[in-house]
């Protein structure tokens, strides 16, 4: 079902692009209603014929072509499921499109946007993470926790490199959210020489 609406976000030509990152949020309020959330998006908020189920939220509504670093990603609106008000912003790379380019220049945009990440920190693949390895990059800016995330599950993300001049593939994300969703921490990434420190 999830493939079937995503097919649908992209097929649907009539949403206006979306340019950059502030245009995604710029006008929304945490704990606003979906209805809300349309009315000032106008045509370039696309209703989906499902909501989209995210565990503690649902997503009604999506911006397609949202631009990061010249980088087109899909908005989804997610709002809380017993309050209905509006709980994160979520930009996603469809997986298709997520390559070392678009890693770079998503990071190198939030960094111009935003400066020096507050916080950085990831997962290094292995067995007991079924060879994914994840990197976390945190901004806090006026009272919002912007927070890009790097997943790959390919082999070559063995070799550790997590920097944004290397790149992940598989899963780029951004999430934008009040500090009272996300605190803006996150368990720092081992340095090479703590890995291999004796145990």
Not at 16 to 21: C, F, L, R, S, Y
Not at 29 to 44: C, D, K, L, N, T
Not at 52 to 62: C, E, Q, R, T
């Amino acid at each position: 079902m999830r493939a079937l609406i995503i097919a649908a976000i992209v097929l649907h030509a009539c949403t206006a692009q979306a340019e950059g990152i502030d245009d995604a949020w710029a006008g929304t309020f945490w704990g606003e209603s979906p209805e809300a959330v349309q009315r000032h998006f106008g045509a370039r908020g696309f209703a989906l014929p499902e909501p989209i189920d995210f565990g503690d939220s649902y997503a009604p509504l999506v911006m397609r072509d949202v631009l990061v670093g010249d980088y087109p990603m899909i908005a989804y609106y997610q709002f809380d499921k017993t309050t209905r008000g509006l709980k994160r912003i979520q930009l996603e790379r469809p997986r298709h499109m997520v390559n070392a380019g678009a890693f770079r220049g998503v990071y190198l945009a939030l960094d111009a946007d935003f400066g020096v990440p507050a916080v950085s920190c990831g997962v290094l693949p292995g067995p007991t993470t079924a060879f994914q390895g994840s990197a976390e990059y945190v901004w806090n800016r006026g009272g919002t926790v912007i927070r890009a995330i790097f997943r790959d599950t390919t082999l070559e993300a063995w070799g550790g490199c997590y920097s944004p001049a290397c790149g992940l593939t598989a899963q780029l994300l951004v999430r934008i959210s009040p500090p009272a969703e996300d605190k803006g921490m996150c368990a720092p990434l081992p340095t090479p020489a703590q890995l291999r420190a004796p145990r």
